[in-house]
């Protein structure tokens, strides 16, 4: 099992950039698919990206080129690296986990699939 817990959210302009933390203890992380998700009001919760226990990548079109997620396995941390931040991408962000059986994989990033979940983080993007 691990324990989830996002830092990092904040306000800023459309343009700018923020990095989101998210600190796990319990398990390894070289056992887990690790991914962002975020959900804004009225709106169903949406993957952001993931990261395999291999390091292998998935994203969302809407943030590619923009976005980039990381884990530095050693320190049980996942990060989310935001860059040219639209008003779009205003929402609570929560980081997720799930077992990953093939250190290999690449993940899928649903929702439903994962069943570790941080407490999330609020990132405002104003115009």
């Known amino acids: 099992q691990v324990q989830l817990v996002e830092s990092g959210g904040g306000s800023v302009q459309a343009g700018g950039s923020l990095r989101l933390s998210c600190s796990a203890s319990?398990?390894?992380?070289?056992?887990?698919?690790m991914a962002w998700f975020r959900q804004a009001p009225g709106k169903e919760r949406e993957g952001v990206a993931g990261?395999?226990?291999?390091?292998?990548?998935s994203y969302a079109n809407s943030v590619k080129g923009r976005f980039t997620i990381s884990k530095d396995n050693s320190k049980k941390m996942l990060y989310l690296q935001m860059n040219s931040l639209e008003p779009e991408d205003t929402a609570m962000y929560y980081c997720?986990?799930?077992?990953?059986?093939?250190?290999?994989?690449?993940?899928?990033?649903?929702?439903?699939?994962?069943?570790?979940w941080g407490q999330g983080a609020q990132v405002t993007v104003s115009s």
């Open positions: 997720a986990a799930l077992r990953c059986l093939n250190y290999w994989d690449r993940p899928r990033i649903v929702p439903n699939d994962y069943n570790y």
């Open positions: 990261i395999g226990p291999g390091g292998l990548t």
């Open positions: 319990g398990d390894s992380l070289v056992k887990y698919c």
